[in-house]
């Protein structure tokens, strides 16, 4: 590649040796300035509502959009995390999006192996089965599935509200597995077949490595429904006992009032995990998101 | 020990109404050591074949025997072979170290240690040492290949199964490859069953080869007697390149002579030749090899004026294709024959060296004879 001398060129000139050789300055500036807006749109509400929790109830309500420095205060952390009930609620929905993801990986994983590998009567029906219960409102299925819970005994039970979620992410869970294991070569699994595995050797060894960004996506997917499932808790969970972190949200407001500051901090704190499993497996997920099986190993 | 023999093989594959035989009852005998090629066009049932051998296809019916012992519903694992695959299948998660040490740690109780030392013992062999840190997507074709072959050759087996191995290869390094697998074959003495729809690899690695086509081996025997004497129109076709020229003929028997006519030649039989036909039917087929075409001289019989579409020089030979009739057929001269496009020629087709088939069986009725001396006779130009 060609050097360019960049030496008194000012800001534009460095600017442009920066930028590949197809793209100009000018060109670059609007895209900079269309996505400078379109993430502005998107994350300042955010950047607002983190700042709204750093602040007291009357800076707040003060009129500033900007406080002061000395005004920035823990003190709406505080005050939710001593609430017992929020930390239960918080020890609970990670019990419940735990389980669920667990659950549905080892469901979907082993499902999704089955429909993209073998053949076997009646496979085609599953598929379409499968996908038809994405095509039902949750709320649709949600009182059938309160009287099955309540016939199982299940009702005010993890175990339920586990098996809910499950139900609901596993159709997706498994689809997108079998997409991700149909770009993984047969001949890797008849490799290590050839090569002493058994079926379930196959799946442990040779395809799960290769599916992390693929296990990522559902995951995380799974995860999330379940970190911010309302409905079928609502319905499902009976006492504090078994209660989730949307539930936590409605700790902080009474008939008559709504401390906004407990409201939004709450809400902040049942972000931050979401947020921080992303940075964990953003890596995978993106790589999930935009390649099949094999595509860039 | 590696003898392998095959009973009656037949794989079926759907159910109900398409049902599609891949396989159709194939008997054969594969000797301890031997390198046998199976070879045919696409879908001809060689690779399912050879997936049936390895046991990652059950037979519908039929028995294969590894040395004695029926292996027909034994698991991959339980059957000491190895496999090459066409695209290498590589574990894309492994360095060529682990994708070689894995099937020695599935498989055996060796130690670390040990399964190391071979390892690196057989990469050191196939000149990869250097890559076994390296990840298959890291790696070259071939140098892909022969990390293939190392895990196929650390394992020890008792028969290699290759599925077109060198066919993700180019030119270059497929000729490389295809002498090196003939000397490490050799030297190992290993049973190895290879796949291939390469003529040149089909000719030139095997012991003996096996035509498969829709499933029914149509000969088995060495490359050569396969070249020379092939069992049937199909196999002549397929062994050998340029293709051997087929003419639909008709037997005429009104003449003083019995003659083989075509839309656009007559060929009087003499006595030998008219044996092999008169009185089995009247359709025939004149088969004759692109290098057993010669430009006629003014003493020869069933001379055949033809018209040159292109010539082809290589070199070493020279293709020539000529139109008879309507079809167009290959003649190859050796060396350099210059012959303008539209001009006319006049060939002909040695009694000794043409091939004659059952016009509705395609069945082998005369081969032409092993070559012999007076192949130096043949008319250079």
């Given at each position: 590649m060609a050097t360019r001398d960049v030496g008194g060129r000012g800001l534009l000139g460095r600017f442009d040796d920066w930028l590949d050789e197809e793209t100009s300055p000018r060109r670059a500036l609007a895209v900079y300035g269309v996505l400078a807006v379109y993430f502005g749109f998107l994350l300042l509400p955010i950047a607002w509502l983190i700042l709204s929790t750093l602040m007291s109830t009357e800076v707040m309500y003060s009129g500033r959009v900007v406080p002061a420095a000395d005004e920035l205060t823990l003190r709406n952390y505080a005050h939710v995390l001593a609430r017992p009930e929020f930390r239960r609620y918080f020890v609970n929905s990670t019990v419940v999006a735990t389980a669920t993801t667990a659950l549905t990986l080892v469901f979907g994983t082993l499902a999704g192996y089955a429909l993209s590998r073998f053949e076997f009567p009646g496979r085609s029906v599953l598929l379409l089965g499968y996908i038809s219960t994405q095509m039902l409102p949750w709320v649709l299925v949600l009182i059938p599935f309160f009287l099955l819970m309540f016939e199982l005994g299940l009702v005010d039970s993890f175990t339920g509200i586990v098996l809910a979620h499950t139900a609901f992410a596993l159709p997706f869970a498994t689809w997108m597995l079998k997409g991700y294991f149909d770009d993984i070569p047969e001949s890797l699994d008849d490799a290590a077949k050839m090569d002493g595995c058994s079926q379930v050797d196959v799946l442990w060894r040779v395809i799960l490595p290769l599916s992390a960004p693929g296990m990522a996506v559902a995951g995380f997917y799974t995860f999330v429904l379940s970190w911010n499932d309302y409905l079928a808790v609502s319905v499902l969970s009976q006492t504090a006992a078994t209660r989730t972190l949307p539930f936590g949200l409605q700790l902080f407001q009474t008939q008559n009032q709504i401390n906004w500051g407990l409201v939004l901090t709450a809400a902040v704190i049942t972000m931050v995990p979401v947020i921080l499993l992303f940075a964990v497996v953003q890596r995978w997920l993106v790589e999930g998101l935009a390649n099949g099986g094999m595509k860039g190993t | 020990?590696?003898?392998?023999?095959?009973?009656?093989?037949?794989?079926?594959?759907?159910?109900?109404?398409?049902?599609?035989?891949a396989v159709d009852e194939l008997n054969c005998a594969i000797e301890d050591g031997e390198f046998l090629i199976l070879v045919g066009p696409s879908g001809c049932g060689k690779s399912t074949t050879l997936r049936c051998i390895a046991g990652l296809e059950r037979p519908t019916d039929g028995k294969i025997v590894l040395d004695g012992d029926d292996v027909t519903d034994e698991k991959p694992k339980n059957r000491n072979m190895a496999m090459v695959f066409q695209n290498y299948a590589l574990y894309p998660h492994m360095t060529a170290r682990e994708n070689m040490a894995f099937g020695l740690k599935m498989t055996t109780d060796l130690s670390t240690d040990e399964i190391d030392r071979r390892v690196t013992e057989t990469a050191e062999?196939?000149?990869?040492?250097?890559?076994?840190?390296?990840?298959?997507?890291?790696?070259?074709?071939?140098?892909?290949?022969?990390?293939?072959?190392?895990?196929?050759?650390?394992?020890?087996?008792?028969?290699?199964?290759?599925?077109?191995?060198?066919?993700?290869?180019?030119?270059?390094?497929?000729?490389?490859?295809?002498?090196?697998?003939?000397?490490l074959q050799q030297e190992f003495g290993v049973t190895t069953i290879y796949v291939t729809h390469?003529?040149?690899?089909?000719?030139?690695?095997?012991?003996?080869?096996?035509?498969?086509?829709?499933?029914?081996?149509?000969?088995?025997?060495?490359?050569?007697?396969?070249?020379?004497?092939?069992?049937?129109?199909?196999?002549?076709?397929?062994?050998?390149?340029?293709?051997?020229?087929?003419?639909?003929?008709r037997l005429?028997?009104?003449?003083?002579?019995?003659?083989?006519?075509?839309?656009?030649?007559?060929?009087?039989?003499?006595?030998?030749?008219?044996?092999?036909?008169?009185?089995?039917?009247?359709?025939?087929?004149?088969?004759?090899?692109?290098?057993?075409?010669?430009?006629?001289?003014?003493?020869?019989?069933?001379?055949?004026?033809?018209?040159?579409?292109?010539?082809?020089?290589?070199?070493?030979?020279?293709?020539?294709?000529l139109q008879i009739g309507g079809d167009q057929y290959t003649a190859s001269f050796d060396g350099d024959v210059i012959l303008d496009p539209g001009s006319t020629v006049e060939v002909t087709f040695p009694e000794d060296r043409v091939h004659l088939f059952d016009g509705r069986t395609g069945e082998a009725l005369r081969n032409r004879e092993p070559p012999s001396e007076d192949a130096e006779a043949r008319l250079s130009v």
């Open positions: - | 020990m590696g003898r392998i023999d095959i009973d009656g093989l037949t794989k079926v594959f759907g159910d109900g109404g398409d049902e599609i035989v062999m196939m000149g990869i040492e250097e890559l076994l840190d390296q990840k298959p997507k890291e790696l070259s074709g071939g140098q892909q290949q022969r990390v293939a072959l190392g895990r196929a050759i650390v394992r020890d087996p008792e028969v290699f199964l290759m599925d077109e191995p060198l066919s993700n290869l180019d030119a270059k390094l497929r000729t490389q490859m295809r002498t090196e697998l003939q000397s390469d003529q040149t690899e089909a000719m030139t690695m095997g012991d003996r080869i096996a035509v498969l086509n829709g499933g029914e081996l149509q000969q088995i025997g060495t490359p050569l007697e396969c070249y020379h004497a092939p069992a049937n129109r199909f196999v002549a076709g397929f062994i050998g390149s340029p293709s051997m020229n087929f003419f639909d003929v005429d028997e009104s003449g003083d002579s019995p003659s083989l006519v075509h839309e656009a030649f007559a060929y009087d039989l003499s006595d030998e030749l008219a044996a092999d036909v008169v009185g089995r039917g009247t359709e025939f087929v004149l088969g004759v090899r692109p290098e057993d075409v010669r430009l006629a001289e003014p003493d020869d019989e069933n001379v055949l004026a033809t018209e040159v579409n292109v010539t082809e020089p290589l070199g070493d030979v020279t293709f020539v294709y």
